[in-house]
């Protein structure tokens, strides 16, 4: 490796002593997508392929569907789908329920859920279908579940190839648009000084001096689901601002539908790196279910397009004029009011309002400072959060992580009151673990104290409403990551 680094010695470093900052530290990054329900098919369904025509409202539908399946020979464009059918041929009720609904489902976890609402009177042997035997309500059922298809994604085998490719892009453009803008001259006194043990490589006439290279180390290469890789722990605050601003412009539809997790781990650059590998294993977080990472009752912002268009700096006015949002802003909500839309999970899926409240997947970010080698056991996640004690709040979703750069601006220039305050924190949850009320008084007179170059306390700009344990840990992580991990404060 080293006989090739020679004759690549632009390209990214294979030296970790390179990487390391003025506190001879680096920090280790995972980037993991969660693809699980897209690549089963489950969320390609919340994508829509069509809209519906002006004149046309779900119920009004799904009514006259259920009226015309009274006749199976009728044919599509005699009936009120006429103008939903796509590039389906002009066939009758009976054939478009045998090949859309029929044998797209069998042998899915669809065909049991068809079953069961239709009482088993769908011969999926057989492919066969008895529809004088079905009563009204099944007959609903049955409308509501030819519009799904028709006017939703299915799960063909091209589309879910391109979710593997969109996501696979994703890290492809991480690499060429942010760390690779992550560079330093390597001269040779740098180099003898950083790398002593391979101090002689710099009289090799092959060496390069004042080169230019890449500060960041691969892990393991790119897939379409995760990445692993090493930076500069200077480089973290600006390397996570650039991948969020980088996710909302491929994802920014399907934001709260394509979970990404965010994994860094912190060590001192000459201790073990088989100890950060092992703990960034951990910090991959692979869940067994996605209803481990769900957040329900999720407002929207009133503008939250636009307020995502705001963060990544353009609004690409091609999918403005398309109305591109339209197509896939179906989430998955409490709120039923088209019940025709079911996911398995039997939450109703609607149309984006921004009044509603929604269950979402969201993006999370988690942290660890391998102080002791035994601090990677710390690292356990159930029912996607952490176990350890202290940190049952990790990992954090991106808009609870607005906070912490807050926490950077308030206290980055009183360093002095910070440490006070959170060794007044630390012994408080020791002292008063069985006096939560104590506790609450003692946060809230503190934190209301103490306010921002704006005159507004810290308990609001942080969201601290309770001023529980709970909410002095969430401090806690702010210090523990800014402080104790980056050393910025």
Not at 91 to 111: C, H
Not at 125 to 146: P, Q
Not at 171 to 194: G, H, N, P, W
Request: hydrophobic share 35%; with cysteine; proline share 2%.
């Amino acid at each position: 490796r080293v006989k090739k680094w020679l004759h690549h010695q632009a390209g990214e470093t294979i030296w970790i002593d390179e990487l390391a900052d003025s506190n001879n530290r680096v920090a280790l990054v995972s980037l993991k997508f969660e693809l699980m329900e897209w690549l089963n098919g489950g969320l390609l369904s919340s994508l829509l392929v069509q809209k519906l025509q002006e004149s046309d409202t779900y119920e009004s539908l799904v009514n006259n569907l259920s009226r015309d399946l009274s006749q199976i020979s009728k044919k599509i464009n005699k009936t009120v789908l006429k103008e939903y059918r796509g590039d389906i041929p002009n066939q009758t009720l009976e054939q478009l329920i045998k090949s859309l609904l029929l044998e797209r489902t069998i042998g899915s976890q669809w065909e049991n859920y068809i079953n069961n609402s239709l009482n088993n009177r769908i011969d999926f042997n057989n492919r066969s279908i008895n529809l004088s035997r079905l009563n009204n309500n099944e007959k609903n059922f049955l409308s509501k579940l030819l519009l799904q298809f028709l006017l939703r994604k299915n799960p063909s085998p091209a589309r879910l190839r391109r979710v593997w490719e969109s996501t696979e892009e994703f890290f492809y453009d991480v690499k060429e648009k942010i760390l690779d803008s992550f560079t330093a001259i390597r001269t040779k006194s740098s180099f003898e000084q950083k790398v002593p043990d391979f101090a002689y490589l710099a009289d090799d006439e092959r060496f390069k001096d004042q080169q230019s290279y890449k500060q960041y180390f691969s892990i393991i290469d790119p897939t379409p689901i995760s990445w692993q890789f090493i930076i500069p722990t200077n480089k973290v605050e600006e390397f996570i601002k650039k991948v969020q601003k980088l996710c909302y412009q491929h994802f920014k539809y399907v934001n709260g539908k394509l979970p990404l997790h965010m994994g860094i781990v912190v060590q001192k650059s000459k201790d073990p790196l088989y100890v950060g590998i092992k703990a960034l294993r951990n910090m991959r977080r692979d869940i067994k279910n996605w209803s481990e990472i769900k957040k329900d009752n999720f407002i929207f912002s009133q503008n939250y397009l636009d307020e995502i268009d705001s963060k990544i700096g353009f609004s690409n006015i091609y999918e403005r004029k398309n109305k591109s949002d339209d197509y896939y802003s179906l989430y998955e909500t409490d709120n039923v009011d088209y019940d025709f839309m079911l996911l398995l999970s039997g939450k109703g899926v609607k149309k984006y309002n921004p009044t509603d409240k929604f269950v979402v997947y969201p993006n999370t970010i988690d942290f660890e400072f391998l102080d002791t080698n035994s601090r990677r056991n710390e690292i356990y996640y159930k029912n996607g959060k952490r176990v350890a004690l202290l940190k049952k709040n990790r990992p954090y979703t991106w808009e609870e992580f607005k906070k912490f750069e807050e926490f950077k601006k308030i206290f980055g220039s009183k360093t002095a009151l910070l440490h006070r305050l959170v060794s007044l924190i630390y012994s408080k949850l020791q002292d008063w673990e069985n006096n939560k009320e104590s506790f609450k008084v003692f946060m809230n007179s503190t934190f209301k104290r103490i306010k921002n170059q704006d005159g507004v306390d810290i308990s609001k700009i942080f969201d601290i409403e309770n001023f529980d344990f709970n909410e002095a840990k969430k401090f806690i992580d702010m210090f523990e990551f800014w402080h104790t991990a980056l050393k910025e404060i």
